[in-house]
């Protein structure tokens, strides 16, 4: 079997239809692999050599790949890594809790049938929501304008009854966050606050702060887009989509983007420290991966990280209710008299404390997403506690995005799936090998419009994976089942360089 760089992978041993186990050196317990075989026939050298890498680092438990997997930097994307004593900022990511989250309108889907009407959406949105890396408010005439001292409030507080308000976003949209807000190392705000006040101490840093707090109600480069859906409700899913409020033929918003350059700048500041004590000490990178620097949990470095890791978290959240609150203000200047309600917000670049085998451990989640089922303990007293939370998983413009609910086999892959279809070739290969005319093309026929002149190339459908096979991957391990498929109408993209 050979991957798409024609080089010779290690033998998986298929233990299910969509399941698999990767072995590693050293008899320790293998690699869990989800995936059919088409899909686990397309993992790419390097994503197979970083997850070996990965599981054989110190403190790791277990590692998941999903179908969605492919290299990335240290860890793969589309990996799980769990670890009761050690932190990675690697397996989260540059992009700190980078999310999904969808926003579900009471506008029927021929609301949104005619071009003119698609057409004065997408300009409305980007009256108040920019696109790019650096992008902000001040490019925004219709955004909110959030400076230092509002902004502080944010990476400590989240998505506080306080900071919606100020905002202007519905408060009762905290209840559909994954996780509303963060706390620091000691699980207190206090550490953030110290935290903080150390990472901006100096005039110059400061400003840096409040340039980049600038830049909340704002969508990323790359990868992140906000794109118009008609919901179409699987008829035996019914009534799990009520509990999620989708609202079968009707048109909803899902958005994908981060923390943008404020996390990035905290996970670039990481990187920097802890690869500095790795080599003043000595310490062997795993791998000689400069991405998997580490620190055992209780010392100085774990606890900056975790207090670096929730300020990132805490702006990516409110990034993403900021944004949802912005779409349908524009949506409502459109169609006057529109309603909309968040359905979910979740996570899937982020490290979380939660039970693994009856103990406590991060569980770090590169490229995947968080999968509770119903009675999960984690969902007691909460909306969804009897149904399990929603999954939101992009796909492509042409194929459609998906909202799917974990079923109990989510324990396999330490209660995780995919967080998108994953890329089938790289940025540059993907500029190479197709054709921006047909990319095009292929969009027009589909009725999708774009704000884009010529679509991102290396955003094509064609750069990732077969979207419903990742799907049937997912189903097929009995980790989710799918409650409703999204279809493209419009996208909001950018063509630079992504923030993750």
Partial sequence: MTNMNDQAIPNFIP???????LPVPGGLPPIKVIGTPTIRGGLDAMCIKQAINTRLSPGVTEVVLNPDAHGGYGAPIGCVMVSPSHIYPGPVGVDIKCSMSLLQ??????????????????????????????????QAKKGRYVDATLGRRVVTEGASEGVLRELGVPTEWALRCEDSHHVGHDETADALHKRLELLTREARQYQVFADKMRQLGSYGGGNHFGECEVVQVEPTQRERAAVFGLRDGHVAFLSHCGSRGWGALLADGQFKAMQQKFAKWGIPLPGGDRHMVHAPLGTQEANDYLDDMAL????????????????????QEVLPGIKGSLVYFISHNIA???????????????GA????????????????????????????????????????????SCYSV?????????????????????VDESLLRADIMTNCRQYPIDEAPKAYKDFNEV??????????????????????????KADD
């Fill in 369 to 412: 997403t968080r999968a509770f089922p119903a009675g999960h303990h984690a969902l007691a007293g909460g909306p969804f506690e009897k149904a399990g939370h929603p999954i939101l998983l992009p796909g492509n413009p042409k194929d459609g995005s998906s909202v799917m609910v974990a079923e109990e086999g989510a324990k396999f």
């Fill in 418 to 438: 995919n967080h998108g279809a994953g890329r089938a070739m790289s940025r540059t290969a993907a500029s190479k090998t197709l054709n921006q005319r047909e």
């Fill in 105 to 138: 309108l009471d506008a029927p889907a021929d609301a949104v049938i005619d071009k003119p009407t698609r057409r004065a959406l997408i300009d409305a949105i980007l009256e108040r929501t920019p696109t790019g890396p650096g992008r902000g408010q001040r």
């Fill in 471 to 496: 799907i049937k991957s997912v189903t097929q391990a009995g980790l989710a089942s799918e409650v409703a498929r999204l279809k493209a109408t419009f996208v909001i993209k950018d063509g630079d």
């Fill in 352 to 366: 979380r404390r939660e039970v693994v085998n009856k103990s406590l451990a991060w569980v770090h989640r590169k």
């Fill in 15 to 21: 233990t299910g239809e969509a399941t698999a186990w």
């Fill in 312 to 331: 990132g978290a805490n702006f990516a959240t409110v990034n993403h209710m900021l944004i949802n609150a912005l779409v349908l203000d524009a949506f």
